[in-house]
């Protein structure tokens, strides 16, 4: 049953952002309408320049000092994509957009997505399942006759054939 509420909702979305419009502009006009459209448009990016510089900080600062920002990851994609519900013209993903710059709904989101992700560092073991740590990087040594860039006179691809 799940599987269809998120298309059903992306289809019925503009149908709710047109009856906004319609809704807002019946009570407040069709220039202020506009007005607040445009309004969130400079509002969402300047949210996500404010936030969006102190967010780089506090990644640098949890990679300095030697973790992993994986929160400050998951806040980052959220900034990104609240500032792109504001610049998209509509009260619904303008709320939406308004909410996700609040950090405390941002640390729900990290809540709800942080057992399910990974994030792997360069150069890291990482522990299978049963306990037994493996290197990432796999080192595989070829001899010269194992890997040359001849061509193979017997491929489909070769001109001459």
Known sequence: M?????PLLLLALPFMEIAGFVVVGSKIGVLATLGL???SIFLGLFLLRVQGFGLIQRIRAETAAGRTPGRELVHGFMLVFAAFLLIVPGFITDIIGLLLFIPAV???????VK??????????QRSSR???TH???KVIELDPEEF???PDPNSPWNPKR
């Open 2 to 6: 799940r599987s269809f509420v998120v």
């Open 37 to 39: 459209v445009v309004l």
């Open 135 to 137: 290197t990432k990087d």
């Open 106 to 112: 941002r640390d729900i989101g990290w809540r709800l």
């Open 148 to 150: 040359s860039r001849k």
């Open 130 to 132: 049963s306990g037994a």
């Open 115 to 124: 057992d399910r992700m990974v994030v792997v560092k360069p150069g890291a």
